[in-house]
């Protein structure tokens, strides 16, 4: 190490942790202000971006949660968060260099720039052996990147056909008979359309999103909290198959009414913390399997 990068590394060193991220935290809001303001409006304006509300409260909860190890104390990553931050930059000043880019992706560059610079700004601050203990709220911070509008189409498209599929194997199961055309479906008396609309990608991102934090409150293996996650994605599919077969049954068999009224409007989270109910059932499962193959030994030994 040069004598330059020592001293450096002192002087930052003597500094106080916290005050140093603040000021750095301070500075990515004051220069990419912009952006910023302009996801947060999103997801305010477009239901299909509601999720990025949740982010930074359930990120900054997770890390004051365990605020002890921030005050431990460790020896700053001042290489590797000077790189960090050197690559947030180069992420924001990108889109200068790039001409014609749709405005959405210039937010989503612009946001991923602003989150590489916070994680950035911990580990230069806080080092590398507290950024690992933080890792999961940290990467999670790449959830308020907005998602661009082509892959976010492709996402919506791929819930509408999903649940087009799993209202379709409902009525089979049920025995009603069932014509399926992509997002088209006719049963007798009706034929729906599985719109953007109905494709409940809110719901189903925010049931994702859970999943991942819920995963990671209350398992310890890597493998059983991937589990959880990719099981969240077709529970999500499944649970609006759900909702459009009981708005259809009940709007054929008992009152018309049922198609346009409050449970077509308003009911998703009726359908929500039902699949919500499965996915806290699995985590209940994969907890105590856990837990037996951590006690089973301890507790042979306490029988001996």
């Known amino acids: ?22 000021l750095l935290f301070a500075a990515s809001l004051v220069i990419a202000w912009r952006p910023v303001l302009s996801t947060f409006t999103l997801a305010l304006r ?16 997770l890390i004051f949660s365990e605020r002890d190890v921030l005050k431990r104390g ?19 000043g990108s889109y200068r260099w790039i ?5 959405d992706i210039l937010l989503s560059l612009g946001m991923l720039a602003v989150v590489t610079w916070w994680i950035g700004s911990f580990v230069f601050c806080f080092g590398a052996p507290t950024a690992r203990r933080f890792v999961f709220p940290l990467c999670f911070l790449f959830w308020l990147v907005p998602i661009p509008a082509l892959a976010l189409d ?31 479906l006719s049963i007798p008396g009706l034929t729906l359309e ?20 819920l995963a990671h ?7 059983r909290k991937t589990s959880v996650v990719v099981v969240a994605i077709p529970l999500s599919i ?56 951590l006690g089973g030994p301890k507790a042979a030994q306490a029988i001996r």
């Open 46 to 61: 477009s239901g299909e971006y509601t999720h990025l509300l949740l982010i930074v409260p359930i990120s900054a909860s």
């Open 154 to 184: 492709k996402i919506v498209a791929f819930w509408q056909h999903g649940s087009a599929t799993s209202a379709s194997l409902l009525f089979s199961a049920f025995g009603v008979p069932v014509a399926q055309d992509g997002i088209f």
């Open 74 to 92: 460790s020896e700053p990553a001042i290489g590797f968060g000077s790189a960090l931050l050197a690559l947030a930059i180069l992420i924001g």
């Open 1 to 22: 190490m040069s004598s330059f990068a020592r001293a450096a590394s002192n002087t930052i060193a003597r500094l106080p942790p916290f005050r140093t991220f603040v």
């Open 194 to 213: 599985v719109a953007q609309e109905c494709s409940s990608v809110r719901s189903s991102l925010m049931l994702i999103i859970t999943s991942m934090v």
């Open 238 to 293: 499944v649970k609006n198959g759900l909702r459009i077969f009981t708005i259809a049954m009940l709007g054929t068999r008992v009152d018309p009414g049922f198609l346009h009224g409050n449970l077509h409007h308003h009911g998703g989270i009726i359908f929500f913390l039902l699949a919500l109910f499965a996915l806290v059932l699995l985590l209940w499962l994969l907890s105590r399997g856990e837990n037996d193959m």
């Open 99 to 103: 001409a014609g880019l749709p405005s």
């Open 217 to 223: 409150l209350f398992l310890r293996s890597f493998w």
